[in-house]
Structure formats: structure tokens, C-alpha cells
């Protein structure tokens, strides 16, 4: 009987012996150099002995704090921009920061920024040049993007990386007061009679020109080009981008800009300006202008937050009353302008015009300076 008890008082002093041994081996792990507390796949009970190490500071994004800055691109119009910029702070607190710039000067800074990224979103004014930054590898996909199903078609790539937001389609605008009878198709405005008073846009400032340019090639091959010798044989101007062509033909300086950008003209003639818009029988280019996010984005939240505002019904309404075509088809241009579905195109692929591009702009520009 002595023994037995004697044998239970050894049994209980091994196993407290062994407890504290392993609890001092528990603590030990879980106060590593690596910083870790016990594997997941430890035991419960294992887990439960190091409940009074310190915890670890939080590192999943989930606690790191919520960014209110986004950083966005934009070609224009400056108006809509500014009110779609204003509208979207309010209702979401966070701040933008954003740069105004035509096609190319946006182009010239994400080049400058190459090696040190800085825009979060970018909208151009032209869907090849959005494609050949998607090509690039600069931009990334959106696939929850709220309403891309309800954008046109052909206003959204496959991979749901450029969304048409908006669009304006090419034209020929002309001053009322100089213009008694408009010319009906491209080539007339290398007759007699137009000799040095018309202007087109600078395809290197802007993209919408050279989508119209590009177009008007991709339908009529090689033999496009002389149509664009025969207009600087008739003294068409080259004048900077969409709005350094314009200008003069509200002043009466000029009578006409060929591949005017149509929501510049409507937006001049609601102001009473003497300014009328016309888009050729043989067809035109309607250019989607793309919003895309950059794949360096530093805010990537809040440039997801941005592209579905801009394609909500609020925004769209604010792109419809500023003469661009919405990019949703349910919803309609402004009343006083053309609807996409009177508008007749040019036969274009927009593959075609992003691969090309650089080369048109060289040569078209080989052939006005």
C-alpha cells in the first residue's frame, strides 16, 4: 500500500515535470526570431498556452486604412470633367487629383512616368491609343465594373479593360455667316472654292483627328492618302489641336474644320456662336473615348469606385448634357444633337487604326510641315 502511494506521488511529480517542460518548449516557439505565433495546423491545445504573447501588428489589407486620394487623367471637355470630378468627391469623400491634357500631352507624361507611375485612371480621346497602352501592358481589367453590360458594344474591349464612357463623332463644322452651302462629303473640301479657309486638327495633339484619319485610310486603303495631298495643295491648315481648329472658325478667321470633334460644336452653337455641323454621306468615325485603369494603380479602389460612377446613370446624364454621346445605349444623347443611330460610319477596324497609327501621324504629318 505504502509503495503504491509512494509509486502515484512519483507518476504526479514526472507529469508536472513534463507539463512545465512542454510549456516551456509552447513558449519558446511562439517567441521565434521570425516573429510568428504557433502554426495554424498546431493543436488547439498547443494554440491556447501562448494567448499571453503580445500579438502581431495587423498586415492584411483589410486593416490597413482606406485611401481618399485617386489620381486621374483626362482629355477633356474641361467642363464635364470638372463637374464629374466634383460630383464624385461628394458623394464618395475622396479626393482627386486630377491632370487636364489633350490625347497626346496625357500620352507625353505616362511616357515620362514610366518608371515611376503616378495616374490611377486615364481618359483619352481616342479608343486605339486606349488599346495601345492596354497592349503595352499599362492598364488592367475590371470585370465587376457596374453597367458595362449596358455600354454599346463596341464600346468595351473583351477583357474589360477600356470602357467607352462617352464618345463624339468626327464632322465638319463650319461658320453660318461664311458658309451659305456646306460641303456634303470630305473630298469637296479640296475643291476651288474651300482653297485656304479650312483648319484640321494635329493627329500628334489630337486623337480624335487621327482616329478620323486612320479611318478614312482603313476604308479607302492607300488611296486615302491623296486625298490628304490634295487638301494641302488647297492650303488646309494643320492648327494644333481640336480647339486651337475651332477657335478660328467662331471668329470667321477660318470657314471650316474638317474632322471637327461634334460636342464642340454643339456646345458652341447652344452659346448663339454662328456654327453649324454636318457629317459626310459616305460616313464618319464615332470615337469612343476609353477610361481605363492603369495597372500600377496605387488606388485601386477608389479607381474602381470611379469608373462604375462614371458609368452610372448619374454621370452618363452629365456627358449627355455636355453634347457627347453617353456610352450606355439606354441612355440618349442631349435633344439638340444627332443620336449614335443617325450617324452613318466609315468601315474601320479599330485594330487596324491602333496598329497603323504611329505611322499615319508620321506620314500625315510628313505632308503638312
Known amino acids: 500500500m505504502k509503495a503504491s502511494k509512494k509509486m502515484g506521488r512519483v507518476s504526479k511529480s514526472v507529469l508536472m515535470t513534463m507539463t512545465m517542460s512542454l510549456a516551456l518548449l509552447v513558449t519558446a516557439c511562439g517567441s521565434s526570431t521570425t516573429g510568428s505565433t504557433t502554426s495554424s495546423n498546431a493543436p488547439k491545445e498547443a494554440q491556447t498556452t501562448t494567448q499571453t504573447a503580445p500579438a502581431p501588428a495587423p498586415t492584411t489589407e483589410a486593416a490597413k486604412p482606406k485611401s481618399d486620394k485617386l489620381t486621374v487623367y483626362v482629355a477633356g471637355p474641361g467642363k464635364m470633367a470638372a463637374k464629374i470630378k466634383e460630383d464624385f468627391e461628394a458623394k464618395t469623400g475622396v479626393k482627386v487629383e486630377q491632370f487636364d491634357g489633350t490625347t497626346g500631352k496625357i500620352l507625353a507624361r505616362l511616357e515620362a512616368e514610366k518608371s515611376n507611375p503616378v495616374a490611377d485612371v486615364v481618359i ?79 493627329p500628334s495633339l489630337s486623337g480624335s483627328a487621327l482616329d478620323f ?64 455641323i454636318m457629317y459626310p454621306e459616305s460616313g464618319t468615325v464615332i470615337n469612343p473615348r476609353p477610361a481605363m485603369i492603369m495597372k500600377d494603380a496605387k488606388n485601386l479602389e477608389n479607381a474602381k469606385l470611379f469608373m462604375d460612377y462614371l458609368l452610372s446613370d448619374e454621370a452618363q446624364k452629365v456627358v449627355a448634357a455636355n453634347y457627347l454621346l453617353p456610352g450606355r445605349a439606354d441612355i440618349p444623347a442631349h435633344e439638340s444633337r444627332s443620336q449614335v443611330k443617325d450617324i452613318k460610319l466609315l468601315k474601320y477596324d479599330w485594330n487596324w487604326m491602333t496598329e497603323k497609327g504611329p505611322a499615319i501621324t508620321s506620314e500625315f504629318l510628313g505632308i503638312y510641315k
Open 213 to 276: 484619319i486612320s479611318g478614312y485610310l482603313n476604308e479607302n486603303g492607300d488611296g486615302g492618302w491623296t486625298l490628304f495631298k490634295s487638301l494641302k495643295a488647297n492650303n488646309v491648315a494643320m492648327a494644333g489641336a481640336n480647339k486651337e481648329a475651332l477657335d478660328p472658325v467662331i471668329t470667321g478667321a477660318k470657314s471650316v474644320v474638317m474632322a471637327g470633334v461634334d460636342y464642340m460644336a454643339y456646345e458652341a452653337m447652344a452659346k448663339g456662336e454662328h456654327i453649324n
Open 124 to 202: 483619352l480621346a481616342s479608343w486605339p491609343s486606349g488599346l495601345a497602352l492596354k497592349e503595352q501592358g499599362l492598364t488592367q481589367s475590371y470585370e465587376g465594373a457596374q453597367n458595362a453590360g449596358k455600354l454599346y458594344d463596341t464600346w468595351v474591349d473583351k477583357e474589360k479593360h477600356l470602357f467607352g464612357y462617352s464618345a463624339s463623332a468626327l464632322g465638319i463644322t463650319y461658320n453660318t455667316k461664311l458658309v451659305s452651302k456646306p460641303p456634303v462629303e470630305w473630298a469637296d473640301l479640296a475643291k476651288p472654292e474651300w482653297k485656304g479657309v479650312v483648319n484640321i486638327p494635329d
